[in-house]
């Protein structure tokens, strides 16, 4: 049993499980300001402005001939 070799696997271990953490960490943070975002455009006077950008060639023209 070569007993500096596993403690070497294991802080490489240690490491590894840390780095996936902050990792994962940024990605939650990201998908929480993503969220806040989609509900600041989804507010209430936000929602035309939105469908349009979405849509833009909708809305432009009314056909009022009968």
Do not use: C, R, W, Y
Request: aromatic letters at 2%; proline letters at 3%.
């Amino acid at each position: 049993m070569d007993i500096p070799l596993m403690s070497m696997a294991l802080s490489q271990g240690q490491v590894k499980q840390q780095a996936n953490i902050s990792i994962m960490k940024k990605a939650m943070d990201q998908a929480a300001g993503n969220t806040e975002f989609i509900n600041k455009m989804m507010s209430g006077s936000q929602i035309q402005a939105l469908q349009h950008a979405a849509q833009p060639h909708l809305g432009g023209h009314i056909d009022i001939k009968g």
